[in-house]
């Protein structure tokens, strides 16, 4: 069946780095969007970050722009989430998700979801 196993989380300092891998297996995912996503305690999961089944489309949500990088590698079937300049703001559990035909923004949209990673940024 269809896993999605994120990884890369952990505890940052403002301003540190972490780079997320979401490692998908059990479908043919070259052919799909992918997206990341977040969700803080307390508050709905929210868009971060989509990218095109051919990785030449990107789409950040206005609040990571310039700080994180989406990027796929379709021969390993793997997506990366490279998160620079991270915010105390940034903290949340990060997932990973399969979309399908389109681009979307919209969590309901998306097909298979990972089980998520931790994020904390400290002040």
């Known amino acids: 069946q269809v896993q999605l196993v994120e990884s890369g989380g952990g505890l940052v300092q403002a301003g540190g780095s972490l780079r997320l891998s979401c490692a998908a297996s059990?479908?043919?995912?070259?052919?799909?969007?992918m997206g990341w996503f977040r969700q803080a305690p307390g508050k709905e999961r929210g868009f971060v970050s989509v990218i095109s089944a051919n990785g030449g489309s990107t789409y950040y949500a206005d609040s990571v722009k310039g700080r994180f990088t989406i990027s796929r590698d379709n021969a390993k079937n793997t997506l990366y989430l490279q998160m620079n300049s991270l915010k105390p703001e940034d903290t949340a559990i990060y997932f990973c998700?399969?979309?399908?035909?389109?681009?979307?923004?919209?969590?309901?949209?998306?097909?298979?979801w990972g089980q998520g990673t931790q994020v904390t940024v400290s002040p």
């Open positions: 998700a399969v979309g399908r035909a389109g681009i979307s923004y919209i969590p309901a949209t998306y097909t298979y």
């Open positions: 059990g479908g043919t995912f070259s052919l799909y969007p």
